[in-house]
């Protein structure tokens, strides 16, 4: 977490591709899933990019996916980059009502 500008969209958009499925105890559907840490690379790239993406879509509304990349290193192991484009800087104060 930031000092300041958590609910900046980027950020927000890191915290998801940053967490693993039910890690988040205040959000247990947040974060990709978990199935797919030890599936062989090969397998689980595309299955992580699309659902990255689906997972971006429901949780971050006020962006828009440019490309997702998914790489793997042997010492860090999988890390996922997402390219975003902010379409709405702010939540409606309904939709924040929705989330909470």
Request: with cysteine; glycine share 4%.
């Amino acid at each position: 977490m930031l000092a300041k500008g958590n609910a900046d969209p980027q950020v927000c958009v890191g915290n998801l591709v940053s967490t693993w499925k039910k890690e988040a105890f205040y959000g247990r559907r947040k974060g990709i899933p978990v199935n797919q840490q030890d599936m062989p690379f090969s397998s689980a790239e595309d299955q992580l990019t699309a659902d990255t993406e689906d997972m971006i879509n429901e949780f971050e509304e006020r962006v828009e996916v440019n490309d997702i990349t998914v790489e793997y290193d042997e010492e860090l192991g999988i890390s996922v980059n997402v390219d975003v484009e902010i379409i709405n800087e702010t939540l409606d104060e309904e939709e924040e009502e929705d989330d909470e």
